[in-house]
Structures are given as structure tokens and as C-alpha cells.
């Protein structure tokens, strides 16, 4: 690549300059002085004799942001570790689909650990999800909402800062599975799962981070699955969400971490669900999965509360971009 030219004709473009005495390494005492010039009708445009060392041409790293990243953090000593660290005391969460199914173990679980909890969901709410989060002393708000609908995501961000001052921590629990032959399954299916189980999840935590990134701290828990990595049949758009959900966890810490924001994701196996209800009572369908999970057992949603827990909490600030399996072993057999 050619050196920048000593001497640089600006016209109908933004420079960036960096003015300063120093040597080219040296930013000491430099301030920046941002040029703005346009010559539509000039034939011969200015020159302006900038020593190349102090041209600064913008990029996406180097470009002004509203919330300039955070320092480093200083190093913290082994004897600051307490279990206090896992506490979520002053915290406040949103858990999609927090009603029911493992989303109500994850609203539990982040209550019992000291968190406030607004929970959005498509089924209306039967009180007994308010009853377990009030009886540990937390608050709650529910919103029944279609999170695939236009602007109810930031409807629901914005109703948590509104009823508890923040947002700290945001679970995409919400999502869907729905299962057919792959000669049956079309786009009648494919749409609604990408729609709730990848879209939903991503509108949801761009509308958080702009919460998150002033505050300079916050959770994102999404929820993937062992089929992240797997294929599996009889629901390709289960599969292909749970991989974009992988993916997207990783590209949201890439670009967030710098805010002191870790995005990472929980892969439950094989659960003890609604969903699975059908596998479970078949004999044969039962026994084969047992057969892959070394743990010898269905997963139950209480196994996602520590996870959840230690992901939502100060214990996990330097673990980013992680998919870590709940599954029994299943992934390694």
C-alpha cells in the first residue's frame, strides 16, 4: 500500500486531522480539529500542507462514537471474590416467554438471586409466575405482547425502564418449535419460528444496548440449544434459528464487550417440556435419547437456574460469547 501523499487536495470530503508538534507516535498535547470543506464550483481546489504522520482518515474504529468505550477495568485480587458476586440485588431483568415452560424458571431464578423481573409474553399470564416472583420478595410487571410485531420489542424495553429504572439483564427465552415432515414443512412454518426465535431475539437486544451502552454495563442471555450445533429432523427452521442464535451471540459480544456488555447464550439439552411430551411418552423415542445422555436423564428446568444465575451475574463479567450446554453430557456422547 502507497504512503499517504505529504501534501493532500481536499475537496467535497471530511478529513479528520490531527494537529500537534510531537513526534508521529506522540499524541501528547495534540487536540483534533475536524475540517470541514466543500469546493462544488472551484476548478482548482485548495491545498492544504499537512504532514502525512497527522492525517487521521476515518474508519469504523477510528470514528467518533456518542459513548466512547469503557478503560479497562483494573485487575481484580483473588481475595476480592464473595458470593455477593452472584447476586443480583438493584438489578432489573427482562425474560421473554418468562410465563411459562423454562422461561418461568428463569424469571424465578433471577428473582431468587435479588433481580426485578418484566416478563413478555404471547399467553396471557395466570398469576402463578407473579405469585413465585412476589414470594421472594422481587417485583414483577407482564406484558402480554406478539414480539414478531412492529415496535412492540422497544414497547417492552422501554416498559421495564419505565416500571423499575433500568434494564440489566435481558433473556430471550421466548421461542417456538414446530414440527413436521421436510416434505410438509414450508414456508407456513419456516416464517413464524424465524420470526420469534431470531428476529424477535435480535430487535429485543438492539433496543436493550441502547439502554445498556450509556449505562455501561449489562446482560444478554439468549437462549440457543444443542441444536446450535446439531442438525436434527423434522423442523430444519429449528435448527437453522438456534445456529443464527449461536452466531449472533458471538457478533453482539464482539461489538458490545467494549461497553462492559457480555452477550452469551445457554444450550439447553433434552428438557422435560411441553415440547417434548410426545418423545417422552413414547417408549422407544424415550429410551433413545436416554441412551445419548450420559447423565441418564431428561433435563428439568431447575438445571437452567444456576446458569442463568451465574450468566445474569457479576461472577461472569470476563465470560462473553460463550454457548455453554446444559444438556447432561449429551453433546459429548
Partial sequence: MSAVPRFVSIASAWFRIRVGTGSPGDSGGCSLLLIERLFPTLSSPPRLTIPSHHIVIPTPSSSPHPHPPKAGTPSVDITD??????????????????????????????AKAGANVFVASALADDGTTRALVEATGRRMEF?????????????????CVEAFGSVDILVNSAGIATLATVEEFGRAEWDPMVAINLTAAFELSHEATSFMIPQRSGKIINIASVFSVLGGRWSPAYAATKHGIAGFTKAYCDELAQYN?????LAPGYFATRITEATRTDPESNQRVLDHIPAARWGEAADLMGAVVFLASRASDYINGVVLPVDGGYLVR
Avoid: Y
Fill in 143 to 159: 406484558l402480554k405482547a406478539d414480539l414478531t410485531e412492529p415496535g412492540v420489542p422497544r414497547q417492552v424495553v422501554r416498559g
Fill in 261 to 265: 456488555i457480555q452477550v452469551n447464550a
Fill in 81 to 110: 471474590f464473595h458470593p455477593r458476586l452472584f447476586s443480583l440485588d438493584g438489578r432489573n431483568a427482562i425474560v421473554t416467554g418468562g410465563n411459562t415452560g423454562l422461561g418461568q424458571a428463569f424469571s424465578l431464578a433471577l
